[in-house]
């Protein structure tokens, strides 16, 4: 079974960056879609970004287009969220999500069936 660990989260002014690693254990780890979902307090959980398992494919948030960038490094069974350009509402729990089950990268929670336990990103304006 693959386990997901991220990391990388923590508290940044508006304007900042901050780096996410997702860091999958397993063997069959890097071949999985995964995903970049964030939650706020209050608010429902929401799709952030997205990549196969090649990197050949890649979704975004429209909130987050142009400052996000989504990656993967397979040879070190991790995927990356790169953060730039933060502001006050990207403050959230951040999750990375894996499927196990279809390749393509949806943006609907219910098509990712293993989660990590999140790691907070605070962003003070």
């Known amino acids: 079974q693959v386990q997901l660990v991220e990391s990388g989260g923590g508290l940044v002014q508006a304007g900042g960056s901050l780096r996410l690693s997702c860091a999958t254990s397993g063997h069959t780890g890097s071949s999985y879609t995964v995903g970049w979902f964030r939650q706020a307090p209050g608010k429902e959980r929401e799709f952030v970004a997205a990549i196969n398992w090649s990197g050949s494919s890649t979704n975004y948030a429209d909130s987050v287009k142009g400052r996000f960038t989504i990656s993967r490094d397979n040879a070190k069974n991790t995927v990356y969220l790169q953060m730039n350009s933060l502001k006050p509402e990207d403050t959230a729990v951040y999750y990375c999500?894996?499927?196990?089950?279809?390749?393509?990268?949806?943006?609907?929670?219910?098509?990712?069936?293993?989660w990590g336990q999140g790691t907070q990103v605070t962003v003070s304006s």
């Open positions: 999500a894996a499927r196990s089950r279809g390749s393509a990268v949806l943006s609907t929670p219910g098509a990712y069936d293993i």
